[in-house]
Protein backbone atom coordinates (compact mmCIF):
# COMPACT_ATOMS: atom_id res chain seq x y z
CA UNK A 1 0.00 0.00 0.00
CA UNK A 2 0.71 3.52 -0.14
CA UNK A 3 3.42 5.33 2.24
CA UNK A 4 3.76 8.77 2.79
CA UNK A 5 7.01 10.20 4.94
CA UNK A 6 6.69 13.82 6.40
CA UNK A 7 9.54 16.08 6.96
CA UNK A 8 10.98 17.62 9.55
CA UNK A 9 8.73 16.64 12.05
CA UNK A 10 9.03 20.06 14.09
CA UNK A 11 9.77 23.97 12.14
CA UNK A 12 10.28 26.72 14.18
CA UNK A 13 10.82 30.26 11.77
CA UNK A 14 10.58 33.52 12.61
CA UNK A 15 7.65 35.80 11.25
CA UNK A 16 8.02 37.37 7.63
CA UNK A 17 10.54 33.69 6.83
CA UNK A 18 9.50 31.11 4.30
CA UNK A 19 8.69 27.52 5.70
CA UNK A 20 9.10 24.16 3.51
CA UNK A 21 7.74 21.33 4.51
CA UNK A 22 8.61 18.07 2.81
CA UNK A 23 7.02 14.76 1.55
CA UNK A 24 7.72 11.27 -0.55
CA UNK A 25 5.12 8.71 -1.22
CA UNK A 26 5.98 5.32 -2.81
CA UNK A 27 2.67 4.24 -4.89
CA UNK A 28 2.96 5.78 -8.27
CA UNK A 29 -0.72 5.54 -8.41
CA UNK A 30 -1.18 8.25 -6.60
CA UNK A 31 -2.65 11.32 -8.46
CA UNK A 32 -4.08 13.80 -5.39
CA UNK A 33 -1.83 14.89 -2.88
CA UNK A 34 -3.64 17.36 -0.12
CA UNK A 35 -2.38 19.66 2.48
CA UNK A 36 -3.56 20.10 5.76
CA UNK A 37 -3.44 22.55 8.69
CA UNK A 38 -4.95 21.27 11.97
CA UNK A 39 -4.99 24.11 14.57
CA UNK A 40 -5.40 22.62 18.62
CA UNK A 41 -8.63 21.78 18.73
CA UNK A 42 -9.95 21.16 15.57
CA UNK A 43 -10.05 18.64 12.80
CA UNK A 44 -7.32 19.07 9.99
CA UNK A 45 -8.73 21.64 7.26
CA UNK A 46 -7.52 21.41 3.65
CA UNK A 47 -5.16 24.18 2.62
CA UNK A 48 -4.13 23.30 -0.65
CA UNK A 49 -4.42 20.19 -2.96
CA UNK A 50 -2.60 19.34 -6.00
CA UNK A 51 -3.16 16.66 -8.64
CA UNK A 52 -0.46 14.86 -10.67
CA UNK A 53 -1.22 16.42 -14.34
CA UNK A 54 0.28 20.10 -12.74
CA UNK A 55 3.45 20.13 -11.17
CA UNK A 56 3.20 23.44 -9.35
CA UNK A 57 0.04 25.47 -7.34
CA UNK A 58 -0.48 28.68 -5.37
CA UNK A 59 -2.62 30.30 -3.77
CA UNK A 60 -1.88 33.62 -2.00
CA UNK A 61 1.19 33.05 0.58
CA UNK A 62 1.52 29.31 0.25
CA UNK A 63 2.46 26.86 -2.77
CA UNK A 64 2.60 23.39 -3.60
CA UNK A 65 5.36 21.52 -5.76
CA UNK A 66 5.12 17.97 -7.13
CA UNK A 67 7.78 15.67 -8.53
CA UNK A 68 6.22 12.52 -10.10
CA UNK A 69 9.27 11.47 -11.04
CA UNK A 70 10.83 11.60 -7.72
CA UNK A 71 7.40 10.99 -5.96
CA UNK A 72 8.06 13.56 -3.87
CA UNK A 73 6.08 16.70 -3.07
CA UNK A 74 6.55 20.08 -0.89
CA UNK A 75 4.33 22.87 0.76
CA UNK A 76 5.66 26.26 0.49
CA UNK A 77 4.64 29.32 2.51
CA UNK A 78 6.26 32.59 2.44
CA UNK A 79 6.22 35.56 4.76
CA UNK A 80 4.82 33.53 7.62
CA UNK A 81 2.74 35.06 10.25
CA UNK A 82 2.29 33.61 14.02
CA UNK A 83 -1.34 32.62 13.16
CA UNK A 84 0.47 30.03 10.29
CA UNK A 85 1.65 28.01 13.55
CA UNK A 86 -0.23 24.59 14.04
CA UNK A 87 0.33 21.65 12.65
CA UNK A 88 0.87 20.62 8.84
CA UNK A 89 0.21 17.04 7.35
CA UNK A 90 0.44 16.03 3.92
CA UNK A 91 -1.38 13.23 2.36
CA UNK A 92 -1.95 11.25 -0.55
CA UNK A 93 -4.70 9.41 -2.28
CA UNK A 94 -5.15 7.75 -5.67
CA UNK A 95 -9.05 9.33 -6.68
CA UNK A 96 -10.82 7.47 -9.69
CA UNK A 97 -12.29 4.49 -10.84
CA UNK A 98 -13.25 2.26 -8.23
CA UNK A 99 -11.02 4.29 -5.48
CA UNK A 100 -13.05 5.77 -2.68
CA UNK A 101 -10.30 8.34 -2.02
CA UNK A 102 -8.97 7.02 0.98
CA UNK A 103 -6.01 9.15 2.16
CA UNK A 104 -2.31 8.54 3.81
CA UNK A 105 -0.91 10.84 5.74
CA UNK A 106 2.78 11.81 6.86
CA UNK A 107 3.76 12.29 9.87
CA UNK A 108 2.62 15.90 10.62
CA UNK A 109 4.89 18.56 10.85
CA UNK A 110 4.71 21.21 13.86
CA UNK A 111 5.11 24.62 12.41
CA UNK A 112 5.87 27.36 14.88
CA UNK A 113 6.13 31.04 13.99
CA UNK A 114 7.90 33.31 16.30
CA UNK A 115 6.80 37.02 16.25
CA UNK B 1 -20.21 27.35 6.31
CA UNK B 2 -21.33 23.96 6.19
CA UNK B 3 -19.11 21.38 8.23
CA UNK B 4 -18.44 17.74 9.88
CA UNK B 5 -19.77 17.77 12.98
CA UNK B 6 -19.12 15.01 15.84
CA UNK B 7 -20.25 14.33 19.29
CA UNK B 8 -18.54 13.82 22.05
CA UNK B 9 -16.07 15.91 21.85
CA UNK B 10 -14.27 13.44 24.18
CA UNK B 11 -15.31 10.18 25.72
CA UNK B 12 -14.11 8.08 28.76
CA UNK B 13 -14.71 4.59 28.61
CA UNK B 14 -13.85 1.30 30.54
CA UNK B 15 -12.15 -1.26 28.73
CA UNK B 16 -14.57 -3.91 27.99
CA UNK B 17 -17.25 -1.60 27.35
CA UNK B 18 -18.82 -0.71 23.87
CA UNK B 19 -18.92 2.85 22.30
CA UNK B 20 -20.62 4.34 19.37
CA UNK B 21 -18.98 7.75 17.98
CA UNK B 22 -21.66 9.92 15.83
CA UNK B 23 -20.73 12.24 12.88
CA UNK B 24 -22.98 14.41 11.08
CA UNK B 25 -20.99 14.86 8.03
CA UNK B 26 -21.97 17.93 5.62
CA UNK B 27 -25.28 17.44 4.22
CA UNK B 28 -24.84 17.04 0.74
CA UNK B 29 -21.95 14.75 0.52
CA UNK B 30 -22.11 11.06 -0.48
CA UNK B 31 -18.89 9.59 0.76
CA UNK B 32 -18.13 8.85 4.30
CA UNK B 33 -14.93 8.14 6.65
CA UNK B 34 -13.66 7.67 9.57
CA UNK B 35 -9.56 8.01 10.33
CA UNK B 36 -7.93 7.74 13.70
CA UNK B 37 -4.69 9.13 14.98
CA UNK B 38 -3.26 7.81 17.92
CA UNK B 39 -1.28 9.97 20.03
CA UNK B 40 1.93 10.82 18.54
CA UNK B 41 1.50 8.66 15.64
CA UNK B 42 -0.67 9.33 11.98
CA UNK B 43 -3.26 9.86 10.96
CA UNK B 44 -4.53 6.31 10.15
CA UNK B 45 -7.88 5.13 7.10
CA UNK B 46 -10.13 3.38 8.80
CA UNK B 47 -13.26 2.92 6.63
CA UNK B 48 -15.43 4.36 3.72
CA UNK B 49 -18.56 4.23 3.31
CA UNK B 50 -20.85 5.04 0.14
CA UNK B 51 -24.16 3.98 -0.83
CA UNK B 52 -25.19 2.31 2.31
CA UNK B 53 -22.16 0.10 2.47
CA UNK B 54 -18.43 -0.23 3.18
CA UNK B 55 -16.23 0.24 0.34
CA UNK B 56 -13.07 0.06 1.49
CA UNK B 57 -11.53 -0.76 4.72
CA UNK B 58 -8.32 -0.91 6.29
CA UNK B 59 -6.57 -3.79 8.41
CA UNK B 60 -7.50 -2.34 11.66
CA UNK B 61 -10.69 -2.31 10.92
CA UNK B 62 -11.80 -5.41 11.92
CA UNK B 63 -14.51 -7.22 13.92
CA UNK B 64 -14.21 -5.07 16.87
CA UNK B 65 -15.69 -2.13 14.66
CA UNK B 66 -18.84 -1.57 12.38
CA UNK B 67 -20.47 1.49 10.78
CA UNK B 68 -23.61 2.48 9.89
CA UNK B 69 -25.44 5.41 8.78
CA UNK B 70 -29.10 4.88 10.85
CA UNK B 71 -30.53 7.96 9.09
CA UNK B 72 -29.88 10.76 6.29
CA UNK B 73 -27.64 12.64 8.34
CA UNK B 74 -25.88 10.63 11.20
CA UNK B 75 -22.55 8.37 10.11
CA UNK B 76 -21.76 6.39 13.17
CA UNK B 77 -18.77 4.14 14.41
CA UNK B 78 -19.34 1.69 16.68
CA UNK B 79 -16.46 -0.17 19.25
CA UNK B 80 -17.34 -3.44 20.87
CA UNK B 81 -15.45 -4.65 24.08
CA UNK B 82 -12.99 -1.62 23.68
CA UNK B 83 -8.82 -2.09 24.32
CA UNK B 84 -6.65 0.20 26.00
CA UNK B 85 -5.05 -0.10 22.17
CA UNK B 86 -8.59 1.28 20.86
CA UNK B 87 -7.60 4.99 22.72
CA UNK B 88 -7.08 7.26 20.50
CA UNK B 89 -8.71 10.73 18.22
CA UNK B 90 -11.17 9.84 15.92
CA UNK B 91 -11.85 11.68 12.92
CA UNK B 92 -15.07 11.40 10.84
CA UNK B 93 -15.02 13.16 7.13
CA UNK B 94 -16.71 13.69 4.05
CA UNK B 95 -16.97 14.02 0.70
CA UNK B 96 -18.90 15.01 -2.47
CA UNK B 97 -17.73 12.70 -5.55
CA UNK B 98 -14.50 10.99 -6.61
CA UNK B 99 -12.45 11.46 -9.54
CA UNK B 100 -11.56 15.39 -9.40
CA UNK B 101 -13.83 16.42 -6.35
CA UNK B 102 -11.98 14.25 -3.76
CA UNK B 103 -11.61 17.39 -1.27
CA UNK B 104 -12.67 15.68 2.10
CA UNK B 105 -13.83 17.60 5.03
CA UNK B 106 -13.04 16.63 8.62
CA UNK B 107 -14.81 16.90 11.76
CA UNK B 108 -12.84 17.97 14.84
CA UNK B 109 -12.89 14.65 15.67
CA UNK B 110 -13.80 12.38 18.67
CA UNK B 111 -11.06 11.66 21.86
CA UNK B 112 -11.44 8.39 22.73
CA UNK B 113 -9.72 7.40 26.40
CA UNK B 114 -10.09 3.72 27.15
CA UNK B 115 -9.17 3.25 30.84
Known amino acids: GENVEQHPSTLSVQEGDSAVIKCTYS??????FPWYKQELGKGPQLIID?????GEKKDQRIAVTLNKTAKHFSLHITETQPEDSAVYFC??????????????FGQGTILTVHP | EPEVTQTPSHQVTQMGQEVILRCVPI?????FYWYRQILGQKVEFLVS????????KSEIFDDQFSVERPDGSNFTLKIRSTKLEDSAMYFC?????????????FGQGTRLTVV
Open chain 2, 93 to 105: ASSTSLGRNTEAF
Open chain 1, 27 to 32: DSASNY
Open chain 1, 50 to 54: IRSNV
Open chain 1, 91 to 104: AASWAGGTSYGKLT
Open chain 2, 27 to 31: SNHLY
Open chain 2, 49 to 56: FYNNEISE
